[in-house]
């Protein structure tokens, strides 16, 4: 969906942007070996935007945009409250899922910055 931003252009909304920068990390992942298992899982507590098998860990992903760096880097922008959002959302996933519940478990975030996309495994421990 379009709209028009305050200057007069017209803009994608938010949420169809990440469905395509989430698309594309979803890619990159493939291309490293990794089995996208889900995107988008929704539960009560919130989001995890992909599910991936990496060799034996399942991997619960958090995927990041901006455009330039003026509000950031992408890659810093999973704070604790996020974490914790998606370390509750992993626990309901297992939940849901309990033929995945001796699998080992990690939450890497996937930072795309412009045209540059980072992975970082293990990027933060269940808070």
């Known amino acids: 969906m379009m709209k028009e931003n305050e200057k007069g252009f017209m803009q994608k909304n938010k949420r169809s942007v990440g469905t395509a920068y989430e698309q594309i990390a979803g890619r990159v992942l493939e291309q490293q070996g990794y089995e996208i298992l889900e995107y988008n899982y929704r539960c009560k507590t919130g989001e995890i935007d992909l599910i991936a098998r990496d060799g034996e860990y399942l991997v619960f992903c958090e995927v990041k945009y901006r455009r330039t760096e003026d509000t950031g880097n992408p890659l810093e922008a999973v704070g604790i409250r996020k974490q914790r959002v998606i370390a509750k ?3 309901y996933y ?11 478990c990690r939450f890497d975030v996937v ?9 970082v495994k293990n990027a933060f421990e269940c808070p």
């Open 94 to 104: 297992l939940m849901d899922h309990p033929d995945l519940d001796d699998i080992p």
């Open 89 to 91: 959302c992993a626990m």
């Open 111 to 119: 930072g795309i910055l412009g045209d540059k996309v980072k992975v």
